[in-house]
């Protein structure tokens, strides 16, 4: 049977074929579909994790209870997860493990674009890299054979394009395989020095052997044309680039074991054609590999090492003229990201800007905070960096200013990694007040569920994370709720906080907007003649509300009826659809 599928619906399907049984995973672009594809599959038992480092462990724990065992991440996921993952290189694995990375070159839902390659090369760790979905299914389904025939956990490398990118891919049925039996074997598993010392030189011999394979391997695969003057080395989605602008003009060695490289088949390869050309997205991985051997390349030279590359960039970078694409004749308006009509957000961060309040930012729906006219968010780092963040900049800050910060978080991102900086927050009393931003699931990865909701990853219940009693517990004794539609509330309770020499939380707590079990209100519109156009209800901007013919305007097709911007009109001018004030 034969499907047009996505790549991360073609990596679960990949895992399922290779005889999965665990997978347990925290949504990030563009890796999320991977594990929301895999847990329609009943034979696998799947997961949402607070965090990557806990889906690295989990999964490693069944890999060494005798099961295969894949966890998935974006590429600042595995920086979380970097913490086992360069000991499970000394570790090895029992039954075979694969761990999931997609990067995602030119942002497009990302704080950075790093290149993972780098980690596999660091934590001496094998990683595969697919060119398209049928690869995303067989690689993934191989990476098993790889992880227990070398002892290893095993990187798959996916990317923006790769993964939400269709192709045909042909199914097969899972072979059944039994479990792998746990035997103690403490000079394996248990990493204090004595035992460590004693597995790094299993480390060394296992990646000579993968680089052995790397020479031999059908992971990487040539493509000779005879006649051909230029050679190009190439992996991932450059290779289809390369193949769309070149077509049989030049050979191709397609690279599918990123790490370790081969070398002689390079050399060999290189041997073949008068001009070498390296072609990849991000850094320079494979043409540094490609020098360090002898061989003369052109590679970022041609190629930027930022953003992605295209078919058109690709053609332009070699001087050759391509139709890359169609643009269109209208010239459209830039849309850039907002909160949604209705976004509970809104109301908490219109206070924030309103008291001239610095915030340090996290990473979520919520940084698009950010953006003008609220303009609400100072600094964005990491998951779970504004609640560090914030007791580092309050330590050190005094006279003005002081006690006029807080640091906003996210539900599923305080549950990932802002608990710890609470517990920084409350050992070393700083006097920090922490806005926990709790719409009740995981928003921007696309309504994930969390430890905060009630509920597991099919949906069905759960234990539910108090986050009240979380904070209380680890020693915060002013936690505030509040509901973010009134702003009297909020401003109210903002600055009682803030007048506070102790460390608090407010919980910022209404649902997604977007959430089906949330029930919306009528649309309001606007009087006209009683609208004033002093443009106030503008300053929470909203995507329904906007100017029309010099009076405010609310757009009956997004409005949600949310209430927050009748509470900014001073001239009583917004009203609902049915005419009544509220």
């Given at each position: ?135 995303a299914l067989e690689f993934s389904k191989r990476a098993f054979l790889l992880s227990e025939e070398y002892d290893t956990p095993v990187l798959l490398r996916m990317c923006t394009r790769i993964a939400h990118a269709q192709s045909i891919v042909g199914f097969s049925e899972p072979l059944p395989l039994p479990d792998k039996k746990y035997t103690k ?398």
């Amino acid at each position: 049977m034969k499907k047009l599928l996505i790549g991360n619906e073609a990596v679960a399907r990949g895992l399922y074929e290779g005889g999965c049984r665990f997978i347990s995973s925290y949504p990030g672009t563009p890796s999320t579909e991977i594990t929301e594809f895999a847990a329609k599959n009943d034979e696998i038992y799947c997961e949402w994790a607070p965090n990557e480092k806990v889906a690295c462990e989990a999964a490693f724990g069944a890999s060494l209870g005798g099961v295969r065992a894949a966890c998935a991440m974006k590429h600042v996921g595995l920086n979380v997860a970097a913490d086992p993952l360069f000991t499970l290189s000394y570790t090895g694995v029992n039954a075979g493990m694969v761990i999931c990375v997609a990067d995602d070159p030119a942002m497009h839902s990302s704080q950075n674009e790093q290149d993972s390659r780098h980690y596999a090369i660091a934590a001496k760790v094998p990683m595969l890299e697919p060119a398209d979905s049928s690869e995303a299914l067989e690689f993934s389904k191989r990476a098993f054979l790889l992880s227990e025939e070398y002892d290893t956990p095993v990187l798959l490398r996916m990317c923006t394009r790769i993964a939400h990118a269709q192709s045909i891919v042909g199914f097969s049925e899972p072979l059944p395989l039994p479990d792998k039996k746990y035997t103690k074997n403490p000079e394996k598993y248990i990493m204090m020095p004595a035992y460590a010392k004693k597995r790094h030189p299993f480390v060394e011999k296992r990646m000579n052997d993968l680089r052995a394979l790397a020479e031999t391997s059908d992971f990487n695969k040539e493509e000779i044309h005879e006649g051909a003057q230029i050679g190009v080395i190439t992996s991932g989605t450059a290779y289809q680039y390369i193949k769309e602008v070149l077509g049989d003009s030049a050979s191709i060695l397609k690279i599918g074991l990123v790490n370790p490289l081969p070398v002689e088949r390079i050399k060999n390869f290189a041997k073949k054609v008068k001009r070498v050309i390296v072609c990849e997205e991000l850094d320079g991985v494979i043409e540094t590999h490609c020098r360090s051997i002898g061989i003369e390349v052109e590679g970022k030279s041609l190629f930027s090492q930022i953003g992605e590359l295209s078919q058109s960039s690709v053609a332009a970078s070699l001087g050759i003229k391509h139709q890359g694409g169609y643009s269109l004749d209208e010239n459209l308006p830039v849309r850039p990201p907002v909160m949604c009509a209705g976004c509970p957000h809104r109301g908490m961060y219109y206070t924030l800007a309103k008291n001239k309040v610095t915030v340090i930012g996290d990473i979520g729906c919520y940084t698009l905070g950010a953006q003008a006219p609220l303009c609400a968010v100072d600094t964005t780092l990491c998951m779970g960096a504004s609640v560090s963040g914030i007791h580092g900049f309050n330590k050190v800050q005094s006279g003005e200013g002081s006690g006029k910060t807080v640091a906003v978080i996210g539900d599923s991102t305080f549950i990932h990694s802002g608990v710890t900086g609470l517990i920084n927050i409350s050992y070393n009393n700083s006097a920090s007040t922490v806005v926990i931003l709790d719409n009740s699931i995981t928003g921007m990865t696309g309504h994930q569920q969390n430890p905060t909701t009630g509920y597991n990853i099919k949906g069905d219940p759960a234990t539910k994370i108090d986050l009240e009693t979380l904070c209380r517990a680890v020693g915060i004794n002013s936690v505030r709720v509040v509901d973010p539609y009134d702003l009297d509330e909020c401003d109210r309770v903002l600055k009682e906080e803030l007048a506070k020499d102790e460390p608090s939380v407010i919980i910022s707590r209404r649902p997604c907007v977007l959430l089906k079990y949330v029930k919306t209100g009528d649309p309001f519109v606007v009087s006209g003649d009683k609208c004033r156009s002093c443009k106030m209800c503008l300053k929470l901007g909203c995507p329904a509300i906007s100017m029309k013919n010099g009076k405010a305007h609310v757009d009956p097709t997004l409005c949600v009826g949310c209430g927050v911007c009748v509470q900014l009109c001073k001239f009583d001018a917004i009203h609902n659809s049915g005419g009544s004030m509220r």
